[in-house]
C-alpha cells in the first residue's frame, strides 16, 4: 500500500488486507513472509516485525530499521502488488485487564514499538493509570518516534519520559522509577538487555516474575501457525 522513510534510519511499510479483517492487540508483532524472496537469502523470505498503530482500515503498518541487511533491501525492493504472508498477530505486550493499574516501559531502540500504541491510547483517552517509560538508544539521532512521545509525556502529568543514552541498569531504573512494586512492568529489546533487567528488577523491587512481560526482538520461525495473504496496493512508494 505504501513504503516511506520516516527518517535515514526508519521505514514504514504498509500492507493491505484485500479486504480482510486482521485481527491484533495493541503491542503485538507479526511474522512476514515474502514468498517471491530466495529461500537461501541469510535469513530466508521469512522476518519479525512489531505492527505499528494506524487509522487506516484493512492494512497493516510495520516498522523496521534502514539497514543494509539483505532481507530489508529485499522488502523495500518488492513491487506493489505483491503478495506477502502474514502469520496470526503475536507478542505478550499488551493492554492489562485492569485499566487502573500502573505500567512501566523498558523499551531499548525499535522495542518502543509495541509500546507505542499504548502510550498513544493513554495519552488520546481518559485513562488515568500512570505510565512511566525509559526508553534507550545508542544515539539519540536513533531514537524512533522520540520527539512524539517527549510531546504526549510534556502534556500528561501521567506519562513521564526517561531518556537514556547506552544501556540501561538497576541503578538508573532505581533512581527513575517510583512505586515499581505497584507496576505492571513490559520490557522490549535486544536478548541481553531483556534477560538482564528481567532479573535485576525482581531484586530491586521485591515483586514477582509475574508482573513482568517481556520480548526480544524475535528469530528462529515456527511453521505452526495461521497465516493470512496480504498484498502490497498501489500507492506511492
Excluded at 497493516?60 to 530499521?65: A, D, G, M, N, Y
Excluded at 499488551?94 to 507505542?116: H, K, N, Q, R, Y
Excluded at 543514552?165 to 512492568?185: C, R
Aim: charged share 25%; aromatic share 10%; glycine share 8%.
Amino acid at each position: 500500500e505504501s513504503k516511506r522513510e520516516i527518517d535515514q534510519y526508519k521505514v514504514e511499510v504498509t500492507f493491505g488486507t484485500m479486504g480482510s479483517d486482521y485481527l491484533f492487540k495493541s503491542g503485538q508483532f507479526i511474522r512476514l513472509q515474502i514468498p517471491t524472496l530466495r529461500q537461501d537469502m541469510l535469513k530466508g523470505s521469512t522476518q519479525y516485525f512489531s505492527i505499528v498503530p494506524s487509522d487506516v482500515k484493512n492494512s497493516v503498518t510495520v516498522e523496521f530499521q534502514n539497514s543494509d541487511g539483505e532481507y530489508k533491501k529485499a522488502l523495500l525492493a518488492v513491487p506493489i502488488g505483491t503478495k506477502v504472508k502474514v502469520q496470526e498477530s503475536l507478542g505478550v505486550i499488551i493492554f492489562p485487564e485492569d485499566s487502573t493499574t500502573p505500567i512501566v516501559f523498558i523499551e531499548g531502540g525499535m522495542g518502543i514499538t509495541p509500546a507505542l500504541r499504548m502510550i498513544r491510547f493513554i495519552a488520546t483517552s481518559n485513562a488515568g493509570q500512570g505510565i512511566q517509560i525509559i526508553y534507550a538508544n545508542s544515539t539519540g539521532e536513533r531514537a524512533a518516534y522520540l520527539e512524539e512521545i517527549k510531546y504526549i509525556a510534556k502534556n500528561r502529568p501521567n506519562i513521564k519520559l526517561f531518556e537514556k543514552v547506552g544501556n540501561v541498569d538497576a541503578a538508573f531504573i532505581k533512581e527513575h522509577i517510583e512505586d515499581g512494586e505497584q507496576a505492571l512492568w513490559y520490557l522490549c529489546g535486544e536478548q541481553k538487555m531483556t534477560a538482564t533487567l528481567s532479573r535485576e528488577i525482581v531484586e530491586v523491587f521485591g515483586i514477582s516474575n509475574d508482573n513482568i512481560h517481556f520480548e526480544e526482538y524475535p528469530g528462529g520461525e515456527n511453521e505452526n501457525h495461521t497465516h493470512s495473504m496480504f498484498a502490497f496496493q498501489e500507492g506511492k512508494q
